[in-house]
Each structure stands twice: as C-alpha cells, then as structure tokens.
C-alpha cells in the first residue's frame, strides 16, 4: 500500500508550483446574484414611482382595470346640522279642534330653522300610523320659514294627500284612537323631489325620503 505524505515545508524548501500560483477570486454565489438583482429591480421601481409622481400634477388617474373594486362613493349630507322643526302649539295635549274635522280644519303652525347650506329646497309632510299622509308641501325655499294657521309660502306647493285631496287634511278624532300620534317633518332637501300637486301621496313621500338632506320631526297627539 503506497502512503503519501505532505511533506513540511521550511524557508529553504521551494513551494510545488501549483502553489505558488496566483488564485483567482471566487465568483459570486447563486444567492448574492439574487440580493444584487433583487436590490437594482427596488432601485429602478423606486426612480419609476418618483418620475410618474413628479410628471403626474393636474392629470386625471386611469380608470381601475375590469374587476377592480373601488370606495364607493356617496352623495350623502353630513349627519350632523342645526336643522329643526318647532310647533307652535302644545304638542302634550290633544290637538286642538280648530285643526281637526270637528272645527275649523285649518292646519296647526310649525316653523323651522338653521336650514343647512347644500339644501335647494325644503319641503314638509304631516304622516300618521300606517303611513297615512295629512299633508305634503314641496317647493318651499331653503332658508328658515313657517306654514300653517293660514300660511303658505307663495312658492310652495301642496300635493295630494292619502284622500285624494289637496292640502291639509284635518284629522277627524272620532276616525282615531285617543292618543293617536302624528309626525310632523320638515326635509331641507340637496335635490328636488319631482313632486307635482297631482302626485299621489305615497309616492310624493317616497320621493321625498329618497332624496339626500337633513330632516328634522316632532310628534303631537289626535284625540278627545
């Protein structure tokens, strides 16, 4: 068996040719090659993002790719507002007879307030249990007013109510149950309703709350 030994070298032995030759560097390993790459692809992202963003003032954005989603967007008021409705009556007590069938039928006053900047119109509704409609007013002007105890404003204009009349109906106390609640709403309105005199009263209310804006409501009672 043949035994090969390294023999030591000293200062006065000459190294084997093999190593006394210059060695070459080590090339780059397969995963350095991917930092390197990786950190030009971030390097070249990062230019590409600045340029768009620096030529981008003033350009409208592309349209986002079929099957995209995007926020949606809403038309809607803010929650918030100072908008209110007040009566002019005592609304803890049974209306007062003058306004009912059994009196004069005049409709009881209301005014309101603060109407919110946006609104084009404002427009009022007196509803009852199971929707029935005593009144519809639409077209009224945005800003603070009053209807009722013989007041209309000149641009409003009434719409038919769940009889088929036009204006107040007044509500009949022997047609209702003691205590019977009805709610008076003014709707400061950011559209026009689309509501004519000839409307019928359950689509005049459907258009109305269809329409954004604010609402402001009380509540007072029919009765003996």
Known sequence: MTRTSRIPQTADTPAPAADRRTRKPRRPTE???RRITRTLVLVAVGVFVAGACSRGEGKTLRPPPSGATAPLRTTAPPATSAFSLRAEFDTTRPLDREHTCEGRGEAP????????AGSVEV???VVGPGDRVFWVVTGIPAAPGSLGGGNLPREANESLNSQGEVGWHPPCPGDLQDGEVLTATAWALTEH???RPDTPASQAMARIRAVPGWSSSVTFIVGR
């Open 109 to 116: 006053r209301f005014t309101w307030s603060a109407v919110p």
């Open 193 to 195: 309703p689309g509501v």
């Open 123 to 125: 427009a009022f509704t």
């Open 31 to 33: 995963a350095l090659h």
